[in-house]
T-cell receptor, first 114, second 117 residues
């Protein structure tokens, strides 16, 4: 059974460029989360989808960040324009929404903005 | 306000010994869930163990057990018979309910565990 799949694994880009991170959740999971991990701030929740609908985007740092979930099997996180302070590991996670169910994480995308 | 507190930035333990990683939490909810994750140097997040607030028994999963003290709002992870492969970052997380009945997981800052041979 495939887990959460993220692409790319690594992304290096120059400041000002658009970056798109992709996520395929586990089939049958109805909740999808995007987290960002940095040394300074730890694991931060950016946005949460339930049944493809954004429920809580209060963690999205600013308007340069946007996320979509056009269907149950695909989500994107876009940064436009990117800045060096966006450098981090971005995780996508999914769950079946049950109270006692863990989040299943993808392997993350390590983003470096120069 | 910090919801999940992990007071030990780093811990070390001798191989084959037991180690306890601390986690305290803050919530006014009666119903909540607590999770522990392991993040090895390769970077993936691995789910270890879950404890529900109404669970009467402490959760156990193999060498992992959770010392759940509800009145103290603590959910410490105990790793028995440590192995070199246990060296990793460990995160405590709490499932938090917000408006509309939805829930999300918030994480502590983590504890880095080093197992010495």
């Amino acid at each position: 059974d495939a887990g959460v799949i993220q692409s790319p694994r690594h992304e290096v880009t120059e400041m000002g460029q658009e970056v798109t991170l992709r996520c395929k959740p586990i089939s049958g999971h109805n909740s999808l989360f995007w987290y960002r991990q940095t040394m300074m701030r730890g694991l931060e929740l950016l946005i949460y989808f339930n049944n493809n609908v954004p429920i809580d985007d209060s963690g999205m740092p600013e308007d340069r960040f946007s996320a979509k979930m056009p269907n149950a099997s695909f989500s994107t996180l876009k940064i436009q324009p990117s800045e060096p302070r966006d450098s981090a590991v971005y995780f996508c996670a999914s769950s079946n929404g049950r109270w006692n169910s863990p989040l299943h994480f993808g392997n993350g995308t390590r983003l470096t903005v120069t | 306000a910090q919801k999940i507190t992990q007071t030990q930035p780093g811990m070390f333990v001798q191989e084959k010994e037991a180690v306890t990683l601390d986690c305290t939490y803050d919530t006014s909810d009666q119903s909540y869930g607590l999770f522990w994750y392991k993040q090895p140097s390769s970077g993936e997040m691995i789910f270890l163990i879950y404890q529900g607030s109404y669970d009467e028994q402490n959760a156990t999963e193999g060498r992992y057990s959770l010392n759940f003290q509800k009145a103290r709002k603590s959910a410490n992870l105990v790793i028995s018979a440590s192995q070199l492969g246990d060296s990793a970052m460990y995160f405590c997380a709490m499932r938090e309910v917000f408006s509309g009945g939805y829930n999300k997981l918030i994480f502590g800052a983590g504890t880095r565990l080093a197992v010495h041979p």
